[in-house]
């Protein structure tokens, strides 16, 4: 079968990095709201990459449609109808907030009423940006993209892939912009027991892959448009999407997560299994919006 996606890997970067942007923003957020003299390091450094992820992903963007001022023009040329248009609206906002949660973060001002109303606005676009990935797709009426169901997937991809960057973060040590303060004081809370990287980590691989087949389920009992788009992306990405999304991206990372609770379901994964679960569900992640953004384009081009 030949055919030309008029959409390429420069869009997938956009919808991943935007993902994990708005994904780590969302885990940021609940680490402060969970306990943040304990985690204002790893916070921190989830403010600090949620702006730089959803912006380097519109860059991924802009230079694949090869018009800049087209991102510009929906600002200004809002059209209420246009699901484009909100995006745009939605992702600016979520950057602007998203630099001044990270500002406050770096300044340490983590307690007063400003910090709070950022906070609480900034988890309302992030989840409106994370919501517009997915329902881009699905309104432009492709069959493999029709439905809520994908507009559910890559919100809790997003998500999943920001959980696992946060978690190779935290496993590595990684930190900037954090003062000796504040690594002395989560230094000292070490020994306090603290939030579960490993439930979350599994909960959500659990409820992706439940999703996820629920997707595939719904595809083969649609229409005959829908279950040709579905047949035609198995056809193509067959191997990758057994291989790397369910496998490596989902049913490894649920197993180890799972394995790691019911060994000591107080206790948080190994620094090695850690890292590797979360590599993996970032390669699943990747893999999976990549195959759908071009699987829904197969023999149907895109209008611009």
């Known amino acids: ?20 942007g708005v994904g780590i923003f969302l885990l940021s957020v609940l680490l402060t709201v969970y306990d943040k003299n304990r985690y204002r390091k790893l916070a921190a450094m989830g403010a600090y990459l949620a702006p730089v992820l959803v912006g380097g992903g519109i860059l991924f963007l802009l230079s694949e449609l090869g018009r800049p001022e087209r991102f510009i023009t929906t600002l200004y040329n809002f059209n209420p109808q246009s699901v484009t248009s909100w995006g745009g609206l939605f992702q600016t906002f979520f950057i602007v907030l998203s630099l001044i949660y990270a500002w406050l973060h770096f300044k340490n001002s983590t307690s007063g009423s400003l910090f709070k109303a950022v906070l609480g606005i900034g988890t309302i676009f992030a989840l409106l940006v994370g919501v517009y990935h997915g329902l881009l797709l699905a309104s432009l009426g492709r069959p493999l993209w029709v439905g809520g169901m994908v507009t559910a997937l890559f919100l809790v991809s997003s998500f999943l892939g920001g959980t696992a960057l946060l978690l190779i973060i935290k496993e590595l040590g990684i930190s900037f912009g954090v003062s000796q303060k504040t690594r002395s004081e989560v230094a000292s809370t070490a020994e306090v027991k603290g939030f579960n990287f490993t439930l979350l980590l599994c909960l959500l691989s659990a409820l992706q892959l439940i999703l996820v087949l629920g997707w595939q389920v719904s595809l083969g009992r649609s229409g ?9 992306m198995m056809d193509q990405f067959g191997g990758l999407w057994t291989g790397l999304v369910l496998i490596v991206g989902l049913v490894l990372p649920l197993l180890g997560s799972l394995y790691s609770l019911i060994k000591d379901k107080t206790a948080e994964m190994t620094k090695g299994m850690a890292l590797a679960l979360a590599t993996l569900v970032i390669i699943g992640g990747f893999t999976f919006k990549h195959i759908v953004l071009i699987a829904g384009q197969i023999n149907l081009p895109i209008p611009f």
């Open 1 to 20: 079968m030949e055919w030309h996606a008029p959409w390429d890997i420069r869009v997938t970067l956009d919808l991943f990095l935007g993902g994990l």
């Open 224 to 232: 005959l448009e829908t279950v040709t788009a579905a047949n035609g």
